[in-house]
Every structure is written in structure tokens, then in C-alpha cells.
């Protein structure tokens, strides 16, 4: 056996690490998207990083009628128009303005919340963690898979799963409330005999 190859960072963090504005603006795409960890956000980050890099080279080799460069242009930008991070007909220009955000829009945990398979994007974690999603007819259990133009209309519930059924707990927010709410009532009575008992003691006390 050879040695194995030690794996690169496909990401690159923050160069200063304790910047609040950063932070504070990290901590909000980490719950607005039910990211696991910052580190999801730096890896979109580096990506999109990496994308703009490359269209800066592109552009200026295509002044340089570099051949290759106008072959490769039109590879990256159908590239992105397959993802829905650019239109038929954009530039390598138009392309300097993509933000972390429209890469974040397209993963598999954001478009199964935002078309209602889940009621938050957490939850939208777990159902694909756990196999309950499908793609074009596959089982997709990568919350950050990039999902195409033509994949985005065929994401729908593992026929085998119990979340197919609509009238699921889980899939009904007002139902999940009740079902919480269940739960709760013992405790809550509970807590309601423990205070008559205390009121009764008090009672005994100053009869006494």
C-alpha cells in the first residue's frame, strides 16, 4: 500500500478570525440556511471566491485573444446557467456580481425548505440526512448538494418514507404543536400539584 495523500482544505477561513461585523453576519446566514458549522460557509465562500478569480483571468486573456479563454468562458457560464446562478446570454462581467447567497440558494437543504417540504431549514437537515428526500429519482442524503435548474422540479419524498404521507406530524406545523403540547400537559400538571401541595402547607402552618 502507498502512502495515503494527506487531503487539502478546499476552503480557505477568515484572515482575521475575531472580526464582530463578520461574526455577526456569519451567526445569521448559519440559522437563516441550517448550516452545521461556519466551516459550510467558507467552503461557499472559497467557491464563489474561486469562480471570480477565474473570470478575472478570462477576461483579461479574451483581450488577449487568447483562443482557449473564449472556449473555457463559455464552459463556465453554462456551468452557472445549469445551476440558476446566471441567465442565457450573461457575461463574465455579470458574473463578478454572484454573491455567497445565490450559492447558498441553491442547496438541497435550502430549496426542500423553501418549497415546503420542511417546516425550517434544520429540518430540511434531517430528512435528507436521513434518506427521506429524493433527486430525479435518487437518494440524496447531502444537505449541501447543488441541485440543477432541471433537478430543482424533481425533488420530492421517498416514496418508502412515512413522510410521504402529507397529513404527517412533522410535515403539519399545527399538529407538531399539538403533539408538543401533549407532552407538555404532564408537566404542566405537574407543576400544578407541586403549588397546591406548597399552598396547602401554608395553609397547615398558619392554622396552626
Given at each position: 500500500?502507498?502512502?495515503?495523500?494527506?487531503?487539502?482544505?478546499?476552503?480557505?477561513?477568515?484572515?482575521?478570525?475575531?472580526?464582530?461585523?463578520?461574526?455577526?453576519?456569519?451567526?445569521?446566514?448559519?440559522?437563516?440556511?441550517?448550516?452545521?458549522?461556519?466551516?459550510?460557509?467558507?467552503?461557499?465562500?472559497?467557491?464563489?471566491?474561486?469562480?471570480?478569480?477565474?473570470?478575472?483571468?478570462?477576461?483579461?486573456?479574451?483581450?488577449?485573444?487568447?483562443?482557449?479563454?473564449?472556449?473555457?468562458?463559455k464552459q463556465l457560464i453554462?456551468?452557472?446557467?445549469?445551476?440558476?446562478?446566471?441567465?442565457?446570454?450573461?457575461?463574465?462581467?455579470?458574473?463578478?456580481?454572484?454573491?455567497?447567497?445565490?450559492?447558498?440558494?441553491?442547496?438541497?437543504?435550502?430549496l426542500v425548505h423553501n418549497?415546503?417540504?420542511?417546516?425550517?431549514?434544520?429540518?430540511?437537515?434531517?430528512?435528507?440526512?436521513?434518506?427521506?428526500?429524493?433527486?430525479?429519482?435518487?437518494k440524496i442524503t447531502v444537505?449541501?448538494?447543488?441541485?440543477?435548474?432541471?433537478?430543482?422540479?424533481?425533488?420530492?419524498?421517498?416514496?418508502?418514507?412515512?413522510?410521504?404521507?402529507?397529513?404527517?406530524?412533522?410535515?403539519?406545523?399545527?399538529?407538531?404543536?399539538?403533539?408538543?403540547?401533549?407532552?407538555?400537559?404532564?408537566?404542566?400538571?405537574?407543576?400544578?400539584?407541586?403549588?397546591?401541595?406548597?399552598?396547602?402547607?401554608?395553609?397547615?402552618?398558619?392554622?396552626?
Open positions: 500500500m502507498g502512502d495515503p495523500r494527506k487531503t487539502r482544505k478546499k476552503y480557505k477561513g477568515p484572515a482575521h478570525p475575531w472580526q464582530k461585523a463578520r461574526i455577526d453576519e456569519e451567526r445569521g446566514i448559519k440559522r437563516n440556511y441550517g448550516l452545521k458549522n461556519k466551516k459550510e460557509i467558507w467552503k461557499f465562500v472559497s467557491e464563489i471566491r474561486r469562480i471570480k478569480s477565474q473570470a478575472k483571468t478570462l477576461i483579461r486573456e479574451k483581450s488577449k485573444n487568447n483562443k482557449q479563454a473564449f472556449i473555457e468562458e453554462d456551468r452557472l446557467v445549469k445551476y440558476g446562478l446566471l441567465t442565457e446570454g450573461s457575461t463574465l462581467e455579470s458574473l463578478l456580481g454572484l454573491k455567497t447567497s445565490d450559492l447558498l440558494g441553491r442547496r438541497l437543504q435550502t418549497k415546503g417540504f420542511a417546516l425550517t431549514p434544520k429540518q430540511a437537515r434531517q430528512f435528507i440526512v436521513h434518506g427521506h428526500i429524493l433527486v430525479n429519482g435518487k444537505p449541501s448538494y447543488l441541485v440543477s435548474l432541471e433537478e430543482e422540479h424533481k425533488i420530492e419524498f421517498n416514496p418508502n418514507s412515512n413522510l410521504n404521507d402529507k397529513d404527517h406530524p412533522e410535515r403539519s406545523k399545527e399538529k407538531k404543536m399539538k403533539g408538543k403540547g401533549s407532552k407538555e400537559k404532564p408537566e404542566e400538571a405537574k407543576e400544578a400539584e407541586v403549588l397546591e401541595k406548597i399552598q396547602k402547607e401554608l395553609v397547615v402552618e398558619v392554622t396552626e
